[in-house]
Nanobody, 116 residues
């Protein structure tokens, strides 16, 4: 069983920065991907950024150049540094860990609100 806990969300003005952290407990050494998704009110959940076991990184076009995903293997943590935030980045952000079996786990989500 894998348990994910996100932190770091909050309220920030447009142009500001936040750093999200996702701490994973349980056996994740054989994960395939770790990533961040977000869901705004009335919209579908979408991928923000993901990093594979081999270190390959993918970003949504809307955040490329502004967000940076990284992984701390020793701490079983995945981070999302968000800079130059925009009001349209407002959403609940979820951490996800995926395995080769197809199983994936989600955190409880953390709210990010960007005021204009």
């Amino acid at each position: 069983q894998v348990h994910l806990v996100e932190s770091g969300g909050g309220l920030v003005q447009a142009g500001g920065s936040l750093r999200l952290s996702c701490a994973a407990s349980g056996i994740i050494s054989n994960f395939v991907t770790m990533g961040w998704y977000r869901q705004a009110p009335g919209k579908q959940r979408e991928l923000v950024a993901a990093i594979t076991r081999n270190g390959i990184i993918d970003y949504a076009d809307s955040v490329t150049g502004r967000f940076t995903i990284s992984r701390d293997n020793a701490k079983n943590t995945v981070l999302l540094q968000m800079n130059s935030l925009k009001p349209e980045d407002t959403a609940v952000y979820y951490c996800n860990v995926g395995f080769s079996s197809g199983t994936s786990y989600w955190g409880q989500g953390t709210q990010v609100t960007v005021s204009s």
